[in-house]
């Protein structure tokens, strides 16, 4: 079993940045490709970054790149996900996942509770 818990979100202006964080736990050493997803009310779960176990290799979508980045520190069993440049449209609940290998959420097997960012304009 692998446990993730979230942290860092809040509210914060249009332009601005936030820092999220993935507390891993449990099965740490497993090679799991770790992934965020958002989910905006009525709206689906939708894919934001995933990167390697190694961190050599990350993945985002159109929406966000070049504004987040996704990194990972092993030795401290942490995930971030690091967000410039915010905008309203970015207002969702952050999840972290793992377990998977894509960008549809069926695939990872372990989910945080997620973590609510509220962009104002």
């Known amino acids: 079993q692998v446990q993730l818990v979230e942290s860092g979100g809040g509210l914060v202006q249009a332009g601005g940045s936030l820092r999220l964080s993935c507390k891993v736990s449990?099965?740490?050493?497993?090679?799991?490709?770790m992934g965020w997803f958002r989910q905006a009310p009525g709206k689906e779960r939708e894919f934001v970054a995933r990167?390697?176990?190694?961190?050599?290799?990350?993945y985002y979508a159109d929406s966000v790149k070049g504004r987040f980045t996704i990194s990972r520190d092993n030795a401290k069993n942490t995930v971030y996900l690091q967000m410039n440049s915010l905008k309203p449209e970015d207002t969702a609940v952050y999840l972290c996942?793992?377990?998977?290998?894509?960008?549809?959420?069926?695939?990872?097997?372990?989910w945080g509770q997620g973590t609510q960012v509220t962009v104002s304009s």
């Open positions: 996942a793992a377990g998977g290998v894509g960008v549809r959420g069926i695939e990872y097997e372990y």
């Open positions: 449990g099965r740490t050493g497993s090679s799991y490709i």
């Open positions: 990167i390697t176990y190694s961190g050599s290799s990350a």
